[in-house]
Each structure stands twice: as structure tokens, then as C-alpha cells.
């Protein structure tokens, strides 16, 4: 158990329609990152926050915004949704925002159709 | 930019028989590098990593890495697999000194056979 709590665990929803994903990072952790997972990209960087600022964004579309809460939970939101966002959506957290391990969530599997 | 490439999408060994998973980065900068497990309906695992302290290195579960500069290499190997590893392994590569922001290669799933 990485200690990072991911909601849901699976999400069907359909094509234009808006949702949230919710991560609790481990606790002590103020660095929350969103990776998605799909067959065609792989892994891919969405964003990372730090003690509640945003910090670096890779590929996210501007359909997804994050944020992080005082509380350090974050939240990824995903609207507009299409087919092609069908994916493994992780949260992974660290202490710090260097080099510090990453512990991965399970997941939040994500069912467009 | 930083690349990773993983030579092989699956690699199938012999219980027993040692485990050799290829990485290939690209970095313009001295690389942290690293090596993910993931398993089935699971999120991933840090393995190891490498951040120029020594170049070989020692993670969990009896893996190892060995960083070569010349070759541009971070190849995981385990002297003898067990049925327990079959799952699908990722190299990844940090950008600049923001470890968590990963550049992931596309993984490579492993197989053991009894």
C-alpha cells in the first residue's frame, strides 16, 4: 500500500460530459503529481503541485485543470470529455518537490463512450 | 529534450534464468534515471534509481541497474527471475530537477515461465 488514495476507482461516463478525480496523497507528502495512462501514449505527465501551487504542466489539454487543496488533497478535472479520454488516470505524491520518490495511487480507470 | 526508449515490449524468461530489461535515454543534462514496476491493477512501484552517487544500483526484490554513460544505458537485469516479477516494468528519466515530472519509456511487460 503506497499510502495514496485515489477516487473513484473506475469511471463510465459519456462524450461530453465533465469529471472530477479525486487523490489524497500520502500523508507528510506536499507534492502531488497526475500521470495518464493509455494504450497509444503511455505515460504521460499531466501536472504537479506543491503545498498548493502549481508548479509544471506537461501534456494536458486545456479540457483538464487540477488544483490542490489546503488539505493537500487534489482534484483532476477533465471536461468536455471524447473517446480518446479513455485512460488510467495515476496520482503519485512526494515530500518534496525534487528528485524524492514518487508513490503511485492505483488509479483511476476512466471509460469514455 | 529527454527521451527514454525500452528496447523490447516483452521480454519472456525462464524461472531462474537472469532478467535483462533495456533503457536507452536521451538528456542533455546529467539524467536522474529510474526503474518503475507496475502489476496488475496496481499503480507503480519504485524499483531504483540513480542520481550519480554510484553507477551501479541496488533496488528491491533483488534488481540492479547499471548507468553507462558512454552507452547512454540503464539496463535492469535480476541474476535469477521468479514467478513473483512477471509484471510490466518502466525506465523512466527526470527533466531538469523536478523528479517528479517523469518522461516514462513505453515499458516493457515481463513473463516468467515455469
Known amino acids: 500500500d503506497s499510502g495514496v488514495t485515489q477516487t473513484p476507482k473506475h469511471l463510465i461516463t459519456a462524450t461530453g460530459q465533465r469529471v472530477t478525480l479525486r487523490c489524497s496523497p500520502r500523508s507528510g507528502d506536499l507534492s502531488v503529481y497526475w500521470y495518464q495512462q493509455s494504450l497509444d501514449q503511455g505515460l504521460q505527465f499531466l501536472i504537479h503541485y506543491y503545498n498548493g501551487e502549481e508548479r509544471a504542466k506537461g501534456n494536458i489539454l486545456e479540457r483538464f485543470s487540477a488544483q490542490q487543496f489546503p488539505d493537500l488533497h487534489s482534484e483532476l478535472n477533465l471536461s468536455s470529455l471524447e473517446l480518446g479520454d479513455s485512460a488510467l488516470y495515476f496520482c503519485a505524491s512526494s515530500v518534496a518537490e525534487d528528485n524524492s520518490p514518487l508513490h503511485f495511487g492505483n488509479g483511476t480507470r476512466l471509460t469514455v463512450t | 529534450a529527454q527521451s527514454v526508449t525500452q528496447l523490447g515490449s516483452h521480454v519472456s524468461v525462464s524461472e531462474g534464468a537472469l532478467v535483462l530489461l533495456r533503457c536507452n535515454y536521451s538528456?542533455?543534462?546529467?539524467?536522474?534515471l529510474f526503474w518503475y514496476v507496475q502489476y496488475p491493477n496496481q499503480g507503480l512501484q519504485l524499483l531504483l534509481k540513480?542520481?550519480?552517487?554510484?553507477?551501479l544500483v541496488k533496488g528491491i526484490n533483488g534488481f540492479e541497474a547499471e548507468f553507462k554513460k558512454s552507452e547512454t544505458s540503464f539496463h535492469l537485469t535480476k541474476p535469477s527471475a521468479h514467478m513473483s516479477d512477471a509484471a510490466e516494468y518502466f525506465c523512466?528519466?527526470?527533466?531538469?530537477?523536478?523528479?517528479?515530472?517523469?518522461?516514462f519509456g513505453q515499458g516493457t511487460e515481463l513473463s516468467v515461465k515455469p
Open positions: 538528456s542533455s543534462v546529467p539524467p536522474y
Open positions: 540513480y542520481t550519480s552517487a554510484a553507477t
Open positions: 523512466a528519466v527526470s527533466e531538469g530537477n523536478q523528479g517528479g515530472k517523469l518522461i
